[in-house]
């Protein structure tokens, strides 16, 4: 970065080996390091960073954010990376208040006024069940077991594992194509195993969806479509 772009270092205890790198939504740049790790091999990982930087933040700055969603009449909503147009029915006792049916979300007139609590209830419920029965099917065939799965509302991180192995995700990754939420959970299935990333957990993670890098990007690229 040769001083071109700004940081702000964290230092960590816990940390014990790798240096890392990430770059916020509002473009602001985090570097992680062990405690004790010398200036000079911070500035020489940043450096060497530098052409990934500059290429995330170019894409940040070119990034079209999608119009604020009105709950309207025939707009459009995500799930599982394909856009489903809404329709608002006269049915004021339809229960769920939303569902999804033959190719378009169904909303009650009724609840208009609390159209995005509906989404984000129906994603959250959606999310539980699909992300459930994908790391179900994962988990076995890898032999790598969380201790529970956990459904967020985190706006900019679409999985984690914690210490001791329990899996959070957020609703929102509901929204992707279903490679990508594959991607997303066996990442963090991955992370039972090797806790932090490094070499062998990027090779860990490619032996098992060797197209991951795919995935990863579509996320980067396609992230703030993932809103409500």
């Not at 960073?49 to 309207?72: D, G, I, N, T």
């Amino acid at each position: 970065m040769d001083n071109q772009y700004k940081y702000q270092l964290i230092l960590s205890k816990k940390r014990k080996k790798t240096i890392s790198l990430h770059i916020k939504e509002d473009g602001k740049i985090l570097v992680y390091a062990p405690c004790g790790t010398s200036k000079s091999e911070i500035e020489k990982f940043v450096l060497s960073k530098q052409s990934w930087v500059s290429e995330k933040l170019s894409e940040k700055e070119k990034a079209v954010k999608p119009a604020e969603k009105h709950f309207l009449q025939g707009e459009e909503f995500l799930y599982l990376g394909e856009l489903y147009p809404l329709e608002i029915e006269n049915d004021l006792h339809q229960e769920p208040p939303l569902k999804l049916s033959f190719g378009r979300f169904i909303l009650s007139q009724n609840c208009i006024k609390e159209a995005r609590d509906s989404f984000i209830q129906w994603y959250k419920k959606e999310a539980k069940e699909k992300l459930s029965e994908r790391v179900y099917h994962y988990s076995n065939r890898l032999q790598l077991f969380p201790r529970g799965i956990k459904i967020t509302s985190a706006k900019f991180r679409w999985g984690s594992c914690s210490r001791d192995n329990n899996l959070c995700f957020s609703w929102r990754i509901i929204m992707a194509p279903l490679n990508v939420l594959d991607y997303v959970l066996i990442h963090e299935l991955v992370h039972i195993r090797e806790k932090n990333h490094s070499k062998r957990f990027w090779s860990s993670l490619e032996s098992i969806m060797p197209d991951y890098k795919k995935h990863r990007r579509w996320l980067r690229t396609h992230e703030i479509l993932l809103r409500l």
